[in-house]
């Protein structure tokens, strides 16, 4: 495939990723911070993402499984969680942090299960979307042009 | 893109307090797109050993040098000591009662937000930052040496 089908692509596959709601606005921000001086950033910004939040995400399954839930504990995680994918603009992922903060605020285990199952749902989900994204990226480069700036 | 330097050339420094990783990450950035230089720290602790404010009674020249602020934006949030309490506790210093501060949350509570304007906070922001929001935080700043040399520092 010559660059600009690859650049098409990758634009269409964006788009949708907007249009499903897995991606706000919000990445918008992130795709702006990359330049020249920057060529990484969304990528490295992103992969950081990954590592934080299955941090998180396996921290809740230890606290949640407890015999005695500690809520503050779960409700210190999902904030930090709500957090960044707000930052990072992971739409679907940030509205079930705000579900499941408000479970862990009626300290509701049941609730929270729940939420935290949907959350690691719509955690891989996204994941595998954005890393379909990268790959897209890389090719483009290996093809020897470059994303196109939205 | 404009730059974020006074008329001396010296580039606005900003100090950037949030215990969310990621978030930091993407303060950071934001800052040094607009140019401007930027130190990150993790908790208040670590923002007030930084300005050396943690038990020192003088701060070395060399560590006044580096702790240079110009405006320091801080989360609320954040375990030991909130963004307000950082402030409160800078503004009791000598050095850095002058220090304009910007305080951020994800959460739109009107009393918080109120207190923090109330006790010394220039502006409150909303989480999560865009660029439009660091962009003004020029606005805020001072150049370090203004009362010395009595000069307003312009962000262009």
């Known amino acids: ?64 499984d407890q015999q005695i839930v500690d809520f503050k504990k779960v409700d210190s995680h999902v ?14 992922v ?8 408000a479970f862990c605020e009626e300290s509701n285990r049941e609730g929270c299960l729940r939420c935290l199952h949907q959350v690691k749902q719509e955690y891989f989900l996204v994941k595998d979307k954005l890393q379909t994204l990268f790959m897209l990226e890389q090719q483009i480069v290996a093809a020897g042009g470059s994303p196109p700036l939205m | 893109m404009g730059s974020s330097s006074c008329l001396d050339g010296g580039q606005l420094h900003v100090l950037a307090v949030d215990d969310n990783v990621i978030e930091r990450k993407f303060i950071e950035a934001l ?3 607009s140019s401007y230089k930027v130190t ?16 020192e009674t003088k701060p070395s020249p060399m560590r006044t040098n580096d702790a240079k602020v110009n405006l320091i934006i ?16 800078v ?20 009393t918080r937000i109120e207190k923090c304007l109330e006790d010394g906070a220039q502006e ?5 930052l865009q660029q439009s929001d660091v962009k003004k935080l020029k606005y805020h700043m001072q150049k370090i040496d203004s009362h010395l040399h009595g000069r307003l520092c312009l962000g262009l």
């Open chain 1, 1 to 64: 495939m010559d660059v600009s089908q690859l650049q098409r692509s990758w634009v269409e596959f964006l788009t949708a990723l907007f249009n499903e709601g897995f991606l706000d606005s919000q990445f918008n921000q992130l795709l702006q911070l990359q330049d020249e001086s920057n060529p990484n950033f969304v990528a490295e910004v992103v992969t950081d993402f990954f590592h934080d939040s299955e941090r998180l995400l396996n921290e809740l399954t230890g606290v949640l």
């Open chain 1, 79 to 92: 904030h930090q969680l709500k957090g960044s994918s707000a930052s990072i603009g992971v739409e679907r």
């Open chain 1, 94 to 101: 940030k509205n079930m942090c705000i579900a499941f903060k």
């Open chain 2, 31 to 33: 800052l040094k797109n």
């Open chain 2, 40 to 55: 990150t720290a993790e908790n208040g602790r670590s923002a007030l050993e930084y300005l050396g404010l943690l038990g």
């Open chain 2, 74 to 89: 801080t989360d609320y949030s954040m375990p030991g000591m909130t963004g307000y309490e950082l402030m409160k506790k």
């Open chain 2, 91 to 110: 503004k009791e210093s000598s050095n850095f009662k002058e220090i304009p501060f910007v305080i951020m949350s994800s959460e739109n509570i009107p």
């Open chain 2, 124 to 128: 409150f922001m909303l989480k999560p």
